[in-house]
């Protein structure tokens, strides 16, 4: 951001101006938390720094909208400010901490107030927070929690967090609602920060275009996804959209394969065809209906023998995408199979590979040097750490970020915030953390999604990426009807179309 606001004052557009949009787009979203201004109280927070003038300029604006508006310096600024002087000349109360020392007037104040805006250090945090300021944190805390029914807004971060890491101070207060300026920030999403973020909003400032051009980390939103969406032409038939092979299933996970291959047809492939163990496509078709079969011969009941490689192999032509891992199991006979598919240097066609295929990966040495296929890889965490062999703490964005240049595949990091990296350096991360995914088959389904996309002809970047944010929203609009408790994996299958057909209409 400090770069980016450089070059906008290289190409014309002022920090001033930039303050002054941001402090406007700020009360803007102030007045929707808060409703009717007229009769309304609001506190500032100002920090001596720029964010500290955003939330003058912010608290000259809801003056002038109305409400009863007070700055209360946190840190003394200059007498010959511009953003102090036109805030007063509008009506904004003055409150210099340096002249508060018991804190009395914050207290009555905040403890009064509608709505606190927290415009201290945004990006500005450079130390632990200590002395006068960590005082007055320890009190906005305090009576936020015993007034729970006021609302807490932060001007671009909490005071407290992190912008590049994450990381929070001890004295951070989460607010309700978070008003990034200009773009979203790494901290925002980042855990723990992502727990002290409230929720996330941006806000334009009025960046000129373009000056973000090589930032390689992006966030997900509608717009993006409704622009990579496959289309469907009126002349389409099923193979329009293409095939998706999905190589799933073992005797005690028998409910893998229906919903990766569900997932896939729920996001417009044409034709899917589910590769399981041949005793098991009884047990398996009266919950998959519409996928065809590929039995594959067995090891023992319900365990594919290394010899399935060879049949899968043989009916791969005209396949667009496969996917391996879902429920296969970690059988002996089943790791020979995948690493016979996976690591001959077969010519395979896109590929992801999830769970046990994973899990098959990573007992083997060095696996991405024998293996060159177009692929995407589908860990959670514990999958990750046996992957790279490293159980270390370092960032997800890195970790995916250095797993995808050393593998040179995609790879989509699951969990809150998932992170979808790529081998030229590019990212992209999705805003949903939504508990109520943390089911067993939500993987298989996400799976079976990017599969789908795979199938329509979608590239690894798209297909990945567009799958982990159809997933997410279909999870945010079953969690919208039955909460985030009890939802079963099943439930996001009705969904996926929905949230495309949302999509496209909102377009």
Not at 190 to 199: L, M
Request: net charge negative.
């Amino acid at each position: 951001m400090r770069t980016i606001e450089a070059r906008s004052e290289q190409s014309g557009v002022s920090t001033d101006s930039l303050m002054e949009n941001a402090g406007l787009a700020v009360a803007r979203i102030a007045r929707r938390m808060v409703g009717p201004l007229t009769g309304a109280r609001i506190v500032v927070l100002i920090g001596p720094g720029n964010n500290g003038g955003d939330g003058l300029v912010t608290a000259r604006h809801l003056r002038r909208w109305g409400a009863t508006t007070t700055a209360y310096l946190c840190r003394d600024r200059s007498p010959n400010d511009p953003k102090l002087a036109d805030a007063q000349e509008a009506g904004v109360g003055v409150i210099r901490a340096s002249d508060d020392p018991q804190r009395s007037a914050l207290k009555e104040d905040i403890g009064s107030a509608h709505l606190v805006i927290d415009a201290i250090l945004g990006t500005g945090r450079a130390r632990p927070i200590s002395g006068a300021l960590e005082a007055i944190l320890t009190a906005l805390s305090d009576i936020r929690a015993a007034n729970p029914n006021s609302k807490l807004l932060a001007l671009d971060l909490p005071t407290g967090l992190n912008c590049d890491t994450g990381e929070v101070d001890p004295t951070c207060v989460a607010p309700d609602v978070t008003a990034a300026l200009g773009y979203p920030k790494r901290g925002h999403l980042e855990f723990p920060g992502a727990n002290f973020t409230g929720r996330l909003e941006i806000a334009d400032i009025g960046l000129p275009p373009g000056l973000d051009d090589d930032v390689q980390l992006s966030l997900m939103t509608d717009d993006w996804a409704r622009s990579i969406l496959p289309e469907r032409p009126p002349d389409s038939h099923k193979g329009t959209f293409g095939r998706a092979m999905i190589v799933a299933g073992s005797r005690n996970f028998l409910g893998a394969a229906p919903l990766a291959a569900a997932a896939a047809g729920r996001v417009g492939a044409g034709l899917v065809t589910i590769a399981i163990p041949e005793s098991l496509v009884s047990s398996v078709a009266p919950s998959a209906i519409e996928p065809t079969f590929l039995p594959l011969p067995e090891s023992s009941a319900g365990i594919v023998s290394p010899d399935a490689a060879s049949a899968i192999l043989d009916s791969l032509d005209g396949y667009s995408a496969l996917l391996i891992g879902c429920g296969l199991g970690q059988a002996k006979q089943t790791r020979r199979m995948a690493e016979s598919l996976l690591l001959s240097g077969a010519d395979l066609p896109p590929t992801v590979v999830d769970a046990d295929g994973l899990n098959t990966l990573s007992r083997v040495s060095m696996w991405w040097k024998h293996w060159t296929t177009k692929a995407i890889l589908t860990p959670h965490p514990g999958e990750m750490s046996r992957l790279t062999r490293d159980s270390g703490s370092i960032s997800r964005i890195e970790a995916a970020l250095e797993s995808a240049d050393h593998w040179n595949k995609t790879v989509v990091l699951k969990g809150a915030h998932t992170v979808v990296a790529h081998p030229d350096g590019s990212a992209m991360m999705s805003p949903f953390a939504n508990p109520a995914l943390a089911t067993a088959g939500t993987g298989d389904v996400l799976a079976g999604a990017i599969a789908g996309l795979l199938a329509q002809g979608l590239s690894l970047k798209d297909a990945a990426q567009l799958g982990v944010y159809l997933h997410a929203l279909a999870g945010e609009k079953v969690s919208d009807e039955l909460g985030d408790t009890g939802v079963l994996a099943s439930d996001l299958l009705p969904a996926l179309p929905r949230a495309i057909r949302g999509l496209r209409e909102a377009g």
